[in-house]
Nanobody, 123 residues
Framework: VQLQASGGGLVQAGDSLRLSCAASGLTFSSYAMGWFRQAPGKEREFVASFSWSGGRTSYADSVKGRFTISRNNAKNTVYLQMNSLKPEDTAVYSC?????????????????WGQGTEVTVSS
């Protein structure tokens, strides 16, 4: 199983970025997909998730209204659209997969993890 995140970069506050996570080696449609981030010197935290069925999405309070998670099962890809970026969004963003998951935020539920993509937001 491979999860490959991409789309990070250096942007200014208020800008937008779209992250992508391409999955291979698993039946993508059977997995809830989550995005997590880890800022320098901080613990990894939940950002957003999309359940394997039913279209349920969940967001951390800190990103609600600014970030949108979506998925394309035909392309085995999950996306994170990030708008109105803030310096505190600076982190390494990673995607993760949870078999038949409901999109909960607990890291322990996610079996597969990808290497992250770095997002830096300057003020």
């Amino acid at each position: 199983v491979q999860l490959q995140a991409s789309g990070g970069g250096l942007v200014q506050a208020g800008d937008s970025l779209r992250l992508s996570c391409a999955a291979s080696g698993l039946t993508f449609s059977s997995y809830a997909m989550g995005w997590f981030r880890q800022a320098p010197g901080k613990e990894r935290e939940f950002v957003a998730s999309f359940s394997w069925s039913g279209g349920r999405t969940s967001y951390a309070d800190s990103v609600k209204g600014r970030f949108t998670i979506s998925r394309n099962n035909a392309k085995n890809t999950v996306y994170l659209q990030m708008n109105s970026l803030k310096p505190e969004d600076t982190a390494v963003y990673s995607c993760a997969a949870d078999l038949y998951g409901n999109g909960y935020s607990a890291e322990s539920l996610y079996r597969y993890w990808g290497q992250g993509t770095e997002v830096t937001v300057s003020s």
